[in-house]
């Protein structure tokens, strides 16, 4: 198993998603130990470094992370020896995962890094991964993403799927992750994405967004006039799904907001764009954390209530009003 980990590029999103996957790949919350450490300045560094590399008495389960911002890494080139040794010989009883996220970068300063010596070095004695954003054009690197991502979710696309899901998922490809466990609970027990599924999912996704805001804004009637998006789908396990998706995000986002945690945090945090971050937050001042953490519940409650049979299409839209509603008040 590799003790050292370098995960580097643009998609701050990607890099954290890889991180949890390394951590579950190491061991589970129960029997791991994580030591978070972010060097944004020059003290940072010299804190850093002057730390003892103790023998852990649970050795194999100790993971040290490195956020190493910009500013930091440019100030590490200087001591790139020192730095590189110490990361080596904490390796000996840690496992070590180091990572450098530019989120706005430039040819200029990407040449910059990728030419530095500390760069090579690092690349040199861990295993290195790399995470850039796709931009709308690159559409084979997105089908490729695409694919690969599916596969973690036993989900398969033909040809034609792949095309469309690909025009669907370029402009906001944060989503992928999440619309794929979409995806795969829509379509249980199977595993086949088709045309029909895509094409229902996209018909639905404004209805979905004004269900949720009928909900987070306590308006029943608004509510009401959405059961006939219903007819759409061939079960309420979807619509539910949807809803728990936007309802975490939001209880989330809620929840580092009562912390005084500021918007670019938040974005930064949970990988959610900044500007789209600044208008889902307006959806969100007249309902607390608390509150939406009920509406969760009861949406799981819904769920149980499917999976038994004893929620339908039918009575699904009425549930919503009479169980998450109330949760407002």
């Given at each position: 198993m590799?003790?050292?980990?370098?995960?580097y590029?643009?998609d701050y999103g990607?890099i954290?998603?890889r991180i949890?996957?390394i951590?579950?790949?190491?061991?589970n919350?129960?029997n791991l130990?994580?030591?978070?450490?972010?060097?944004s300045?020059l003290?940072?560094?010299?804190?850093?470094?002057?730390?003892?590399?103790?023998?852990?008495?649970?050795?194999?389960?100790?993971l040290?992370?490195?956020?190493?911002?910009?500013?930091a890494f440019?100030?590490l080139?200087?001591?790139s020896?020192?730095?590189v040794d110490f990361?080596?010989?904490?390796?000996?009883?840690?496992?070590v995962?180091m990572f450098?996220c530019v989120e706005?970068?430039d040819?200029?300063t990407?040449?910059?890094?990728s030419?530095s010596l500390?760069?090579?070095?690092?690349?040199?004695?861990s295993l290195?991964?790399?995470?850039h954003k796709?931009?709308?054009?690159q559409?084979?690197?997105?089908?490729?993403?695409?694919?690969?991502?599916?596969?973690k979710?036993n989900?398969?696309?033909?040809?034609?799927?792949?095309?469309?899901y690909?025009?669907h998922?370029?402009e906001?490809?944060?989503d992928?992750?999440?619309?794929?466990?979409?995806?795969?609970?829509y379509?249980?027990p199977?595993n086949?994405?088709d045309v029909?599924?895509?094409n229902?999912?996209?018909?639905?996704s404004?209805n979905i967004?004004d269900l949720f805001?009928?909900?987070?804004?306590f308006?029943?009637l608004?509510?009401?006039?959405?059961?006939?998006l219903l007819?759409?789908?061939?079960?309420?396990l979807y619509?539910?799904?949807?809803?728990q998706?936007?309802?975490r995000?939001?209880?989330?986002?809620k929840t580092h907001m009562e912390?005084n945690?500021g918007i670019y945090q938040?974005s930064?945090?949970?990988?959610i764009?900044?500007?789209k971050?600044?208008?889902?937050?307006i959806?969100y001042?007249?309902i607390s954390?608390k509150?939406i953490?009920d509406?969760?519940?009861?949406l799981s409650e819904?769920?149980l209530?499917v999976k038994?049979?004893?929620?339908?299409?039918?009575?699904?839209?009425?549930?919503l009003s009479?169980k998450?509603i109330?949760c407002?008040?």
């Open positions: 590799e003790k050292i980990y370098f995960l590029g643009s990607a954290s998603a949890n996957e951590k579950e790949h190491i061991g919350s129960s130990t994580v030591e978070d450490h972010t060097l300045k003290d940072d560094i010299e804190l850093f470094l002057n730390q003892p590399s103790n023998l852990s008495l649970f050795q194999n389960s100790v040290l992370i490195v956020d190493i911002k910009l500013r440019n100030q080139e200087k001591k020896k020192e730095f990361i080596n010989n904490h390796s000996s009883n840690k496992f995962l450098l706005k970068p040819k200029t990407m040449k910059k890094i030419s500390l760069f090579k070095q690092l690349k040199d004695i290195f991964e790399e995470f796709l931009m709308p054009w559409v084979e690197q997105i089908k490729e993403k695409i694919i690969q991502t599916a596969k979710h989900l398969n696309f033909n040809s034609d799927t792949l095309d469309l690909a025009d998922i370029k906001s490809l944060s992928l992750e999440q619309e794929l466990k979409t995806l795969s609970l379509l249980l199977n086949q994405v029909k599924c895509i229902d999912l996209f018909n639905m404004l967004d805001n009928a909900i987070v804004g308006n029943k608004s509510l009401l006039k959405l059961s006939s007819d759409k789908v061939d079960s309420p619509v539910i799904a949807a809803l998706n936007k309802f995000q939001a209880l989330s986002v912390l945690i938040i930064k945090l949970l990988g764009n900044s500007y971050l600044e208008k889902e937050i959806k001042k007249n954390a509150q953490f509406i969760v519940l009861k819904l769920e209530g038994t049979g004893v929620v339908s299409n039918k009575n699904l839209i009425d549930l009479i998450c109330p407002i008040n």
